[in-house]
């Protein structure tokens, strides 16, 4: 016997034939795992996944966060005090690095949970015979015994050995190297054969690229050759992004700019003869002030914040990097079907040899209404359309499910398109119920996307065997060459017609033969197939994506639709919705072929549709926009998708008709298949990369302020104005309260207004540093202006010091406000309507009067109680800052408003 099946060492399933497989199991191969057998497996085996990696302790994530140049510089400030005898001050640096270190740690930890949740909306799904029916579950419920089935584009969730096949192939890339397609058959090979020639079996983590399958689980989980693998390996880190090197390359430059302040503000303290420890504190803290360490957590939030309105909103983010990519989109290239319109297809229209016109009524996939011809119902099917119809039904992998309950209408259970001809053959009269009993499926040559053909063999009543062939109209034709060219010309002239009425159309033939040999192919067929006629569909476009379509092109991205139909039905659809404009051409794959790249380049402005287009030519299109500097956002659903969808900026997979391997190469996964769902996520993305903008605007305005107000003290022979204690707690506590929440602001509402944001654009550009430069000009003069004219009234310098720190605090809650918006007012309905940052500012809030009005930290920071209302005035003058803002907005928005 070959193999073993010992309980105490894996069996050889390759070297086992179906027989002694299906014993071992005690396995029906046409009705699957009974209830009880399920159960018995579930409890040996247990679910079908891959161990999660450890949870980091939250030590180590408590550790990490010390692991910073920042960091170490704080506790070298805290070792300076400490030896210059700044007990206190050294106590307040290490209690906001402490500080640092919690809320960091707490905002890693809430994105981990995040992106763990994100990671459950994705899972892998597969169909089984259970219990002598179909069913679809996720991958976790698979046990050794399950009968899987499989066809091209689906993922193999486990290990399995082959128990029936067609013309099947899969990519086995990822397990073995092999860079082609394996052919796979069910005979078993010797038990010494290595895993890449396995021809029988198919192992978890590879996909199918052809035919179709049934196989039987035989490893699950860890015991799966995968899991072997990840038993042995660690999983590597995803890169950095493009955002996140930018924050770097910004953190060091600000941390050079910090050590050249550093140097300056200790010559000028030694030069104005001040007492060395102060200077050396004040210099060490303006040095920390200056270095954004708030940045990366605010950064990461937002991507996490971003990520989760974004599953809001129906498109799950497999990558991070995708987040901010999708606010740089300059084109969308969509596919057709279910994207862009309903993925409900409806046979509509039937021509036949001879010129017959036929029409067909209802909608949808119930089976409702009647044909007619010439616009009164056939009181009979005759007998050319109903073999028309039968070839519809025949050659189709569909199935046609009944309601289950009122809520619950007629649905497909498999493509649209092969369900929407069932549909037809029901309305035809045709006992779909007992259809595939009566001519049974005895061979096939599955659909192959680069033939654009199927074709099935049926043992029927009224002829031995017979062929029949279903595809693209110019495939199909080409197999009728006995049909005459008259006719074979009218047929294509229908075609074309019918295209012309943005109808997808499939031809149908047929083919008396005893044979269908999958090893000779199409080939074979060809001059011998009868013409039995066309069938015109529609797939209506979905209602929001017109308005989606014009969203895109306000905010300077170009729509392209990438489909498999004829280019004329695509070139009708994009009109419709508004992507094709006068101008506009469909170009089909024939004539991209014939295109050189410059010459492609040359066109892709004026094209908006590519029709009939080969995988690799989807890759080429990408490549070539790419070339033109454009940022590609692809969506695709099939194997053939994967290429182009990894090769764009932000491939998008569609989450209800997508394959497994489409979704793991793209980068989005979107839940609805709608292409509005797109527009929206790239809405987001450009929300998420605003806020952080705002957010650096924030946090240089209010650093590059207190650095002022030192320098002018200096300069001016004036006493320090601030301690160093105090600066630290501006820069660690005032803003580090409100950072984060800055970063959860709503839409401004005209995101979808403004361009597309530019790759290099730099993370303090000339819009922010304008902002900057009236800002922290303001701040500095507010707060200095206050603590000379004290100063010269001969108040004490402890108290003048203490309102001249809260005068700044204050200045940074105003100017909080001022950064929600580059142009909106902050007040009026604006005010606040951040609940974060409204709880941000509370915070702040309640901690600086505990600086002000608690001993213990009147004593740590170096200030004096203030008479509540000596407040007030305070507070006025801080304001400042808001309203010279508010002028700004106001003469923008003028300046706008005259200009359109």
């Given at each position: 016997?070959?193999?073993?099946?010992?309980?105490?060492?894996?069996?050889?399933?390759?070297?086992?034939?179906?027989?002694?497989?299906?014993?071992?199991?005690?396995?029906?191969?046409?009705?699957?795992?009974?209830?009880?057998?399920?159960?018995?497996?579930?409890?040996?085996?247990?679910?079908?996944?891959?161990?999660?990696?450890?949870?980091?302790?939250?030590?180590?994530?408590?550790?990490?966060?010390?692991?910073?140049?920042?960091?170490?510089?704080?506790?070298?400030?805290?070792?300076?005090?400490?030896?210059?005898?700044?007990?206190?001050?050294?106590?307040?640096?290490?209690?906001?690095?402490?500080?640092?270190?919690?809320?960091?740690?707490?905002?890693?930890?809430?994105?981990?949970?995040?992106?763990?949740?994100?990671?459950?909306?994705?899972?892998?799904?597969?169909?089984?015979?259970?219990?002598?029916?179909?069913?679809?579950?996720?991958?976790?419920?698979?046990?050794?015994?399950?009968?899987?089935?499989?066809?091209?584009?689906?993922?193999?969730?486990?290990?399995?050995?082959?128990?029936?096949?067609?013309?099947?192939?899969?990519?086995?890339?990822?397990?073995?190297?092999?860079?082609?397609?394996?052919?796979?058959?069910?005979?078993?090979?010797?038990?010494?054969?290595?895993?890449?020639?396995?021809?029988?079996?198919?192992?978890?983590?590879?996909?199918?690229?052809?035919?179709?399958?049934?196989?039987?689980?035989?490893?699950?989980?860890?015991?799966?050759?995968?899991?072997?693998?990840?038993?042995?390996?660690?999983?590597?880190?995803?890169?950095?992004?493009?955002?996140?090197?930018?924050?770097?390359?910004?953190?060091?430059?600000?941390?050079?700019?910090?050590?050249?302040?550093?140097?300056?503000?200790?010559?000028?303290?030694?030069?104005?003869?001040?007492?060395?420890?102060?200077?050396?504190?004040?210099?060490?803290?303006?040095?920390?002030?200056?270095?954004?360490?708030?940045?990366?957590?605010?950064?990461?939030?937002?991507?996490?914040?971003?990520?989760?309105?974004?599953?809001?909103?129906?498109?799950?983010?497999?990558?991070?990097?995708?987040?901010?990519?999708?606010?740089?989109?300059?084109?969308?290239?969509?596919?057709?079907?279910?994207?862009?319109?309903?993925?409900?297809?409806?046979?509509?229209?039937?021509?036949?040899?001879?010129?017959?016109?036929?029409?067909?009524?209802?909608?949808?996939?119930?089976?409702?209404?009647?044909?007619?011809?010439?616009?009164?119902?056939?009181?009979?099917?005759?007998?050319?359309?109903?073999?028309?119809?039968?070839?519809?039904?025949?050659?189709?992998?569909?199935?046609?499910?009944?309601?289950?309950?009122?809520?619950?209408?007629?649905?497909?259970?498999?493509?649209?398109?092969?369900?929407?001809?069932?549909?037809?053959?029901?309305?035809?009269?045709?006992?779909?119920?007992?259809?595939?009993?009566?001519?049974?499926?005895?061979?096939?040559?599955?659909?192959?996307?680069?033939?654009?053909?199927?074709?099935?063999?049926?043992?029927?009543?009224?002829?031995?065997?017979?062929?029949?062939?279903?595809?693209?109209?110019?495939?199909?034709?080409?197999?009728?060459?006995?049909?005459?060219?008259?006719?074979?010309?009218?047929?294509?002239d229908a075609a074309e017609t019918m295209a012309t009425r943005a109808l997808r159309v499939l031809a149908?033939?047929?083919?008396?033969?005893?044979?269908?040999?999958?090893?000779?192919?199409?080939?074979?067929?060809?001059?011998?197939?009868?013409?039995?006629?066309?069938?015109?569909?529609?797939?209506?476009?979905?209602?929001?994506?017109?308005?989606?379509?014009?969203?895109?092109?306000?905010?300077?991205?170009?729509?392209?639709?990438?489909?498999?139909?004829?280019?004329?039905?695509?070139?009708?659809?994009?009109?419709?919705?508004?992507?094709?404009?006068?101008?506009?051409?469909?170009?089909?794959?024939?004539?991209?072929?014939?295109?050189?790249?410059?010459?492609?380049?040359?066109?892709?402005?004026?094209i908006a549709v590519f029709a009939r287009v080969q995988p690799a030519q989807k890759l080429r299109i990408?490549?070539?926009?790419?070339?033109?500097?454009?940022?590609?956002?692809?969506?695709?659903?099939?194997?053939?998708?994967?290429?182009?969808?990894?090769?764009?900026?932000?491939?998008?997979?569609?989450?209800?008709?997508?394959?497994?391997?489409?979704?793991?190469?793209?980068?989005?996964?979107?839940?609805?298949?709608?292409?509005?769902?797109?527009?929206?996520?790239?809405?987001?993305?450009?929300?998420?990369?605003?806020?952080?903008?705002?957010?650096?605007?924030?946090?240089?305005?209010?650093?590059?302020?207190?650095?002022?107000?030192?320098?002018?003290?200096?300069?001016?022979?004036?006493?320090?104005?601030?301690?160093?204690?105090?600066?630290?707690?501006?820069?660690?506590?005032?803003?580090?309260?409100?950072?984060?929440?800055?970063?959860?602001?709503?839409?401004?509402?005209?995101?979808?207004?403004?361009?597309?944001?530019?790759?290099?654009?730099?993370?303090?550009?000339?819009?922010?540093?304008?902002?900057?430069?009236?800002?922290?000009?303001?701040?500095?003069?507010?707060?200095?202006?206050?603590?000379?004219?004290?100063?010269?009234?001969?108040?004490?310098?402890?108290?003048?010091?203490?309102?001249?720190?809260?005068?700044?605090?204050?200045?940074?809650?105003?100017?909080?406000?001022?950064?929600?918006?580059?142009?909106?007012?902050?007040?009026?309905?604006?005010?606040?309507?951040?609940?974060?940052?409204?709880?941000?500012?509370?915070?702040?809030?309640?901690?600086?009067?505990?600086?002000?009005?608690?001993?213990?930290?009147?004593?740590?920071?170096?200030?004096?109680?203030?008479?509540?209302?000596?407040?007030?005035?305070?507070?006025?003058?801080?304001?400042?800052?808001?309203?010279?803002?508010?002028?700004?907005?106001?003469?923008?928005?003028?300046?706008?408003?005259?200009?359109?």
């Amino acid at each position: 016997m070959a193999g073993t099946l010992s309980d105490n060492s894996d069996p050889l399933w390759h070297a086992l034939p179906v027989e002694q497989l299906q014993e071992h199991f005690a396995l029906d191969p046409l009705r699957g795992l009974d209830a009880d057998a399920q159960r018995r497996a579930w409890a040996r085996h247990g679910p079908n996944t891959l161990p999660e990696p450890a949870p980091k302790p939250l030590w180590r994530i408590f550790v990490r966060q010390f692991k910073s140049p920042l960091i170490y510089i704080l506790f070298i400030a805290a070792l300076l005090a400490v030896a210059l005898g700044h007990h206190g001050d050294a106590g307040v640096i290490l209690a906001v690095v402490l500080a640092n270190a919690l809320i960091g740690s707490f905002q890693e930890g809430r994105a981990e949970r995040s992106m763990a949740a994100l990671r459950k909306l994705a899972t892998l799904r597969v169909r089984v015979l259970r219990d002598g029916a179909e069913r679809v579950l996720e991958a976790r419920e698979l046990v050794p015994g399950d009968v899987m089935l499989l066809g091209a584009g689906d993922a193999v969730a486990a290990d399995a050995r082959l128990i029936d096949a067609a013309q099947l192939q899969a990519a086995e890339a990822a397990l073995t190297g092999e860079s082609v397609p394996v052919s796979k058959s069910v005979l078993p090979v010797p038990e010494a054969t290595g895993l890449a020639d396995r021809h029988c079996m198919l192992y978890s983590g590879t996909y199918i690229t052809a035919g179709r399958a049934r196989a039987v689980v035989v490893a699950t989980g860890v015991h799966t050759e995968v899991g072997r693998i990840a038993g042995l390996t660690e999983r590597a880190e995803e890169p950095k992004t493009p955002l996140e090197l930018r924050l770097e390359q910004f953190g060091r430059a600000l941390v050079a700019a910090a050590l050249g302040l550093f140097a300056l503000v200790l010559l000028l303290g030694l030069w104005r003869e001040l007492p060395l420890s102060e200077v050396l504190m004040v210099a060490i803290s303006q040095m920390v002030s200056m270095v954004p360490e708030g940045l990366p957590v605010a950064m990461t939030i937002a991507l996490a914040v971003g990520m989760q309105r974004m599953a809001e909103r129906g498109a799950i983010i497999r990558r991070l990097s995708a987040v901010e990519t999708l606010g740089s989109t300059t084109v969308i290239c969509s596919d057709k079907t279910g994207t862009l319109t309903r993925n409900e297809m409806t046979a509509v229209a039937l021509w036949l040899p001879g010129g017959r016109e036929l029409a067909v009524g209802g909608i949808g996939y119930a089976p409702e209404g009647r044909l007619s011809e010439g616009g009164k119902p056939l009181e009979s099917v005759d007998e050319n359309t109903r073999t028309l119809c039968l070839a519809a039904a025949l050659c189709n992998d569909a199935q046609l499910l009944p309601p289950e309950d009122e809520r619950v209408g007629w649905s497909v259970l498999g493509d649209p398109t092969e369900g929407a001809l069932l549909v037809l053959a029901r309305k035809a009269g045709l006992p779909l119920d007992t259809l595939r009993m009566t001519a049974p499926r005895e061979s096939e040559l599955p659909f192959d996307s680069d033939t654009k053909l199927m074709a099935t063999r049926h043992r029927m009543d009224d002829a031995p065997r017979r062929v029949w062939i279903k595809g693209a109209p110019e495939a199909v034709l080409s197999l009728c060459a006995a049909d005459g060219h008259a006719a074979l010309q009218a047929a294509r002239d229908a075609a074309e017609t019918m295209a012309t009425r943005a109808l997808r159309v499939l031809a149908f033939a047929t083919v008396d033969a005893d044979e269908l040999d999958p090893s000779a192919g199409f080939e074979a067929l060809a001059g011998r197939a009868r013409l039995l006629g066309l069938v015109g569909q529609i797939d209506p476009p979905r209602e929001e994506v017109k308005l989606s379509v014009a969203e895109c092109r306000a905010a300077g991205i170009r729509p392209i639709m990438v489909t498999g139909d004829h280019k004329l039905t695509g070139l009708a659809i994009a009109r419709e919705l508004g992507i094709a404009r006068d101008e506009a051409r469909a170009v089909d794959g024939h004539e991209l072929e014939r295109m050189g790249e410059g010459e492609l380049r040359d066109a892709l402005p004026h094209i908006a549709v590519f029709a009939r287009v080969q995988p690799a030519q989807k890759l080429r299109i990408v490549e070539a926009l790419q070339a033109r500097g454009e940022v590609v956002a692809m969506t695709g659903d099939g194997v053939n998708d994967a290429p182009a969808l990894a090769r764009a900026d932000a491939g998008v997979a569609m989450g209800v008709t997508g394959t497994e391997v489409a979704k793991n190469a793209a980068k989005i996964v979107i839940s609805d298949d709608n292409f509005a769902t797109i527009v929206g996520a790239v809405e987001e993305g450009r929300v998420v990369y605003g806020n952080l903008k705002k957010v650096i605007l924030y946090l240089f305005a209010t650093s590059m302020a207190a650095l002022l107000v030192l320098l002018t003290a200096l300069l001016a022979g004036y006493p320090l104005p601030l301690a160093a204690v105090q600066i630290l707690w501006i820069n660690i506590i005032t803003e580090g309260t409100v950072t984060v929440n800055l970063v959860m602001e709503a839409p401004d509402g005209d995101e979808m207004r403004r361009h597309p944001i530019r790759r290099d654009d730099p993370l303090l550009g000339r819009d922010l540093l304008a902002r900057v430069a009236l800002m922290t000009p303001t701040i500095a003069a507010v707060t200095f202006g206050w603590f000379a004219w004290r100063l010269s009234l001969g108040l004490p310098e402890m108290l003048v010091r203490t309102e001249t720190f809260t005068v700044l605090a204050m200045c940074c809650w105003f100017n909080v406000l001022n950064c929600q918006s580059a142009t909106a007012s902050a007040l009026g309905p604006r005010l606040l309507r951040n609940r974060w940052l409204a709880i941000g500012l509370s915070l702040s809030i309640a901690l600086q009067a505990a600086v002000l009005y608690v001993p213990a930290m009147n004593a740590l920071f170096h200030t004096v109680p203030l008479p509540l209302e000596s407040l007030l005035p305070l507070l006025a003058l801080a304001s400042l800052v808001l309203w010279v803002e508010e002028v700004r907005k106001l003469w923008v928005r003028r300046a706008r408003g005259s200009a359109a």
